[in-house]
């Protein structure tokens, strides 16, 4: 059972450059988030999906986008990096009341 | 706006000694509060997750309780090993503009000594 799947692990970018973070889940779960993690911020909510077709944003949603065409998968683009995005990003489903699973996260660096 | 502040943010202990970590929140409109781990470099595994009707929930050698009323919920860790070192994060789950988030603390960073 993979579980939340994320890739890349590692990547580094320059400025302006444009990538997709993947991430994808074996478990039917209809609730999709990510997350990025910076020191002494915790984690904090770009965007987020309660199914295939329906998305919205989270806390931090500047510069992100993102589409859910499967229950399975949840990518994250980055439009046009600034290095104030250099973060570990977290991708992370669950079902409603349930515990969320996360995945292994992906550290970016904008350069 | 609700705040989750997790306290302290460090914390060392000689191993078996039996410890508390505490997370407290702002709002207590709370659908349910969850407990994790994350080990450096890795993502996040949960470790416990209590229901707002819920007081406590059991696994293992941790406990966690939840106390709406006051917005606080405390993780014990009995008899703690060298392997339990790791950040230790809750978050809440709240309902906001007709959708369900989780709203995370900042985690207390676990050493245990052998």
């Known amino acids: 059972n993979a579980g939340v799947t994320q890739t890349p692990k590692f990547q580094v970018l320059k400025t302006g450059q444009s990538m997709t973070l993947q991430c994808a889940q074996d478990?039917?779960?209809?609730?999709m988030s990510w997350y990025r993690q910076d020191p002494g911020m915790g984690l904090r909510l770009i965007h987020y999906?309660?199914?295939?077709?329906?998305?919205d944003q989270g806390e931090v949603p500047n510069g992100y986008n993102v589409s859910r065409s499967t229950t399975e998968d949840f990518p994250l683009r980055l439009l046009s990096a600034a290095p104030s995005q250099t973060s570990v990003y977290f991708c992370?489903?669950?079902?409603?009341?349930?515990?969320?699973?996360f995945g292994d996260g992906t550290r970016l660096s904008i350069l | 706006k609700q705040e989750v502040t997790q306290i302290p943010a460090a914390l060392s202990v000689p191993e078996g000694e039996n410890l508390v970590l505490n997370c407290s929140f702002t709002d207590s409109a709370i659908y349910n509060l969850q407990w994790f781990r994350q080990d450096p470099g890795k993502g996040l595994t949960s470790l416990l997750l209590i229901q707002s009707s819920q007081r406590e929930q059991t696994s293992g050698r941790l406990n966690a309780s939840l106390d709406k009323s006051s917005g606080r919920s405390t993780l014990y860790i009995a008899a703690s090993q060298p392997g339990d070192s790791a950040t230790y994060l809750c978050a809440v789950r709240v309902l906001t503009s007709g959708t369900y988030k989780y709203i995370f603390g900042t985690g207390t960073r676990l050493k245990v000594l052998a």
């Open positions: 992370a489903s669950g079902r409603s009341g349930q515990p969320q699973h």
């Open positions: 478990m039917n779960h209809e609730y």
């Open positions: 999906s309660v199914g295939a077709g329906i998305t």
